[in-house]
């Protein structure tokens, strides 16, 4: 609502700004509207909208491509109505073929969103983080990078094409499939899900002078983690941390059911003030525009 008594147009050439950067850029993931808004408050200066947090937020389940793309754009709207930072989106597959990825990158970018990735995966897809990954070809993935290009009405529109080969044709082929995809018209590369810090450097190396890259530091998944300023070293433009926020939030939860179970009421546990919280989802922010506009 910020936004109503004026703040940034322009987020897609901010974001683009930001990974041109010469330090890589950090995008915690947030899986709803609040989550996105502790985001903006804690200083950061773009919010991931991540696909596992979302399907567990929404559906209470895994990420194994249950969730629709109507759905993930309606979650990204409401996140780009939440806050002013740039949001990057989590397109997974395109949800379809190549035409089906025409009409993805339409309505995410209605819904707002300065950035999204698409990735190589079969539809439906899994994690980039769990076993019994497949892809597409390189050929069908090249065609959906290129309809995406097209399908953008605004040129700042943020492509990122991720590739899931490493885990199911080797590095070497996730590599040259990066490569295909800047060709086709990637504007930053994704290769998910590398094991071993040998191979991130190897990525590093081999790509660093196609396109930005992003490191994607899964909290708890196959890929090792590594300290913030050697990914800056190794110059990875975009770094995700996407599900901290969504483990914090549901170790939280289960430590306050734990005490509520436990003593009966939530009174021993740590909890912000009702006023404190209500400040944190913007109450300031309506009482200001209640004066603003008379209501």
Same mark, same amino acid.
């Given at each position: 609502m910020?936004?109503?008594?004026?703040g940034?147009?322009?987020?897609?050439?901010?974001?683009?700004?930001l990974?041109?950067?010469?330090?890589?850029?950090?995008?915690?993931?947030?899986?709803?509207?609040?989550?996105?808004?502790?985001?903006?408050q804690?200083?950061?200066?773009?919010?991931?909208?991540?696909?596992?947090? %979302?399907?567990?937020?929404?559906?209470?389940r895994?990420?194994?491509?249950?969730?629709?793309?109507?759905?993930?754009?309606?979650?990204?709207?409401?996140i780009?109505?939440?806050?002013?930072?740039?949001?990057?989106?989590?397109?997974?597959?395109?949800?379809?073929?190549?035409?089906?990825?025409?009409?993805?990158?339409?309505?995410?970018?209605?819904?707002?969103?300065?950035?999204?990735h698409?990735?190589?995966?079969?539809?439906?897809?899994?994690?980039?983080h769990?076993?019994?990954?497949?892809?597409?070809?390189?050929?069908?993935?090249?065609?959906?990078?290129?309809?995406?290009?097209a399908?953008?009405?605004?040129?700042?529109?943020?492509?990122?094409?991720?590739?899931?080969? %490493?885990?199911?044709?080797?590095?070497?082929?996730?590599?040259a499939?990066?490569?295909?995809?800047?060709?086709a018209?990637?504007?930053?590369?994704?290769?998910?899900?590398?094991t071993?810090?040998?191979?991130i450097?190897?990525?590093?190396?081999?790509?660093g002078?196609v396109a930005?890259?992003?490191?994607n530091?899964a909290?708890?998944?196959?890929?090792?983690?590594?300290?913030?300023?050697?990914v800056?070293?190794?110059?990875?433009?975009?770094?995700?941390?996407?599900?901290?926020?969504?483990?914090? %939030?549901?170790?939280?939860?289960?430590?306050?059911?734990?005490?509520?179970?436990?003593?009966?009421?939530?009174?021993?546990?740590?909890?912000?003030?009702?006023?404190?919280?209500?400040?944190?989802?913007?109450?300031?922010?309506?009482?200001e525009?209640?004066?603003?506009?008379?209501?």
């Amino acid at each position: 609502m910020g936004a109503l008594l004026g703040g940034p147009t322009t987020p897609r050439a901010r974001l683009r700004e930001l990974i041109a950067a010469p330090t890589p850029l950090v995008a915690p993931g947030a899986y709803d509207a609040l989550s996105a808004r502790l985001v903006e408050q804690a200083g950061f200066d773009v919010v991931y909208l991540t696909g596992f947090g %979302a399907t567990a937020s929404l559906l209470g389940r895994p990420d194994v491509g249950l969730l629709s793309a109507a759905e993930m754009a309606d979650q990204a709207r409401r996140i780009v109505d939440a806050v002013e930072l740039p949001v990057i989106a989590d397109a997974d597959t395109g949800y379809g073929n190549a035409i089906n990825v025409v009409r993805t990158v339409r309505v995410y970018e209605q819904a707002g969103v300065a950035g999204l990735h698409l990735e190589d995966q079969v539809t439906p897809k899994k994690c980039g983080h769990m076993a019994g990954k497949a892809v597409v070809s390189t050929e069908e993935m090249v065609g959906k990078i290129r309809a995406a290009a097209a399908a953008r009405r605004d040129p700042d529109l943020v492509l990122i094409a991720r590739t899931d080969a %490493a885990a199911v044709e080797g590095l070497d082929a996730a590599i040259a499939r990066a490569r295909a995809y800047a060709a086709a018209g990637a504007d930053v590369l994704f290769v998910e899900a590398p094991t071993s810090e040998a191979d991130i450097r190897r990525v590093a190396a081999e790509l660093g002078g196609v396109a930005p890259l992003v490191f994607n530091a899964a909290e708890g998944g196959r890929t090792p983690p590594l300290s913030l300023e050697v990914v800056t070293d190794l110059g990875f433009s975009l770094v995700l941390y996407p599900i901290a926020t969504l483990l914090a %939030a549901s170790a939280a939860v289960q430590s306050v059911l734990a005490t509520i179970k436990a003593d009966g009421t939530p009174h021993a546990a740590s909890l912000p003030t009702f006023a404190a919280f209500t400040a944190t989802v913007g109450l300031p922010e309506i009482q200001e525009l209640e004066n603003h506009f008379g209501a």
